[in-house]
């Protein structure tokens, strides 16, 4: 991935998607909805103030619901996720800096399934992160992923 603010920030990561069960308030039909945890370990690498680059290790959970388009038997879905992620340190780059090591996390993305048994899966997501203003400064970042997966 990378960041759509700051200067030239790459985002790498390495993942788990475990299923997770409807939320009782979710009536059953509410159509092709599912819903899953998104576990991921994230290494940020940013240019700092005297040229060099630096490297942040981020850990983020994520709740998403998963809007099969078309029905359950298409390809394409919708993810929408919530939820949070804790740096090792606090993020800083050349022209911003976060107050916090710990932050909220919003993600919205499209993808498409594919494969014998729908084994891969290839997504463009959008995810911003901050700390949600419950301290200053909070310039948070929004991020760009293309993702793939592959089920085990």
Do not use: C
């Amino acid at each position: 991935g990378v960041t759509m603010k700051s200067d030239s920030t790459h985002i790498a990561s390495v993942g788990l998607l475990l299923p997770a069960s409807a939320p009782a308030w979710l009536p059953r039909n509410a159509g092709p909805l599912s819903s899953h945890w998104d576990l991921s370990l994230n290494v940020w690498r940013t240019p700092d103030s005297d040229g060099g680059r630096r490297t942040f290790t981020q850990f983020a959970g994520l709740y998403v619901w998963r809007y099969s388009i078309g029905g359950k038997a298409s390809p394409w879905f919708l993810d929408l996720g919530l939820g949070a992620s804790l740096f090792d340190q606090v993020y800083t780059t050349r022209t911003r800096r976060f107050s916090t090591a710990f932050q909220f996390t919003e993600a919205l993305g499209i993808g498409y399934i594919f494969g014998s048994g729908d084994a891969y899966e290839v997504s463009l997501r959008t995810q911003h992160v901050s700390n949600g203003g419950f301290k200053k400064p909070n310039p948070g970042e929004d991020v760009i992923r293309l993702r793939f997966a592959v089920r085990f």
